[in-house]
């Protein structure tokens, strides 16, 4: 098999189908960093999706933020978002909010018969995060896991499952980043176990591997193992300033994860296998470019990807399915995985000791 070529051979947007209309107009709720400079840009960007308005706890933050794009119409508080004003302004709702208030957003946009796109984790805990599986049952729902949408993964996806590299045997995963730096308030909410969950390692950056193994295995893990660490005052209220974690899957497949809020900026993901090895580095981190190196035998291929806008391709998906009549996935019982497998974690590390699934 010509490698080079193998990778070369793929369609970018291999979800894309022919749709009719559009776009989806999209309510954003949350209007912190991310949704103004990440989200807000990828939908201006898109191809089938459009903001028409913004929710803020702050009634003044989300009309001042009207003019973030043209297609922006409404400035809503929280309580105007759930009295349903201007509901018929837009299809879908977006939510990027901290952890632990999830719930009660996808809740409304549930009651107003809306499509609903969940950050991720999808909540803070096991308990919440059912109820919100419950509270989505009957509208198209995804959580927002914006490396299921990236080329490069789902090519590896397609290597693997295509059995290029053997049976997998081992996967290594790795992101990390100096969040202190970023974030010098350490009142930030991820800082705080009431709203970000039980610590703010996992759930925030390691749930990145964790999850991309879930998908590109196709497998969910039966046990882990897990150690949590924190010295830095700013993680006083959490216990995973630095963790790693192991998690055990069915046919013997074995993960080991390691994650950092107060290390050198670093993300890499590998699967090893009976026969080869595909390694992506870097890996998570949005504005970084993609390379591949897939090893088979006495061959081995660097692919580098174009750079693409995580955020846009995520949004196109959304839309696109939509549009396309399909639900979207990964769905809200996906997410739900990711928050059990986390407790677990959390769990392990206190315990010292390995907690099945």
């Known amino acids: 098999m010509d490698l080079e070529a193998h990778l070369r051979d793929f369609t970018r947007r291999d979800w894309e189908q022919?749709?009719?209309?559009?776009p989806v107009r999209v309510a954003m709720v949350g209007l912190g960093w991310w949704t103004r400079e990440r989200a807000v840009p990828a939908v201006i960007a898109s191809d089938y999706c459009e903001t028409t308005t913004l929710v803020s706890r702050s009634k003044e933050k989300a009309t001042e933020a009207t003019d973030l794009a043209d297609t922006v119409e409404h400035g809503l508080s929280v309580e105007e978002f759930e009295a349903g004003h201007?509901?018929?302004?837009?299809?879908?709702?977006?939510v990027c909010t901290p952890n632990a208030t999830h719930l009660e957003h996808v809740e409304t946009a549930a009651e107003q018969g809306k499509a609903v796109l969940c950050e991720k984790p999808m909540e803070a805990t096991v308990e919440r995060a059912r109820e919100l599986v419950d509270a989505a049952s009957d509208v198209p729902a995804m959580v927002a896991y914006r490396m299921q949408t990236e080329p490069a993964v789902r090519r590896a996806k397609e290597l693997i499952e295509a059995g290029l590299i053997g049976d997998p045997v081992h996967v290594h995963g790795h992101m990390?980043?100096?969040f202190p730096q970023m974030f010098t308030d350490y009142d930030h909410w991820r800082y705080h176990p009431e709203l970000a969950g039980r610590g703010t390692t996992i759930t925030d950056i390691g749930v990145y591997p964790l999850n991309t193994i879930r998908f590109l295995i196709e497998s969910d893990p039966v046990s882990v193992q897990g150690v949590t660490i924190s010295n830095h005052e700013a993680f006083s209220e959490v216990p995973d300033e630095h963790t790693s974690f192991t998690m055990r899957f069915p046919e013997d497949v074995v993960a080991t994860c390691t994650a950092s809020q107060n290390a050198y900026h670093s993300s890499h993901l590998k699967v090893t296998g009976t026969e080869g090895e595909v390694t992506m580095e870097p890996a998570f981190f949005d504005r970084q470019p993609r390379g591949l190196t897939v090893s088979v035998g006495e061959t081995t291929v660097d692919h580098d990807f174009e750079r693409v806008n995580q955020m846009r391709e995520e949004f196109d998906y959304f839309g696109n399915c939509l549009l396309s009549e399909r639900d979207p996935y990964p769905d809200a019982a996906?997410?739900?995985?990711?928050?059990?497998?986390?407790?677990?974690?959390?769990?392990?590390?206190?315990?010292?000791?390995?907690?099945s699934l």
């Open 176 to 178: 990390s980043q100096r």
């Open 86 to 94: 201007a509901a018929d302004a837009y299809d879908a709702v977006y």
């Open 18 to 22: 022919p749709v009719d209309g559009g």
């Open 334 to 355: 996906h997410g739900l995985v990711d928050v059990e497998v986390m407790d677990a974690i959390y769990d392990a590390a206190a315990a010292g000791e390995a907690v």
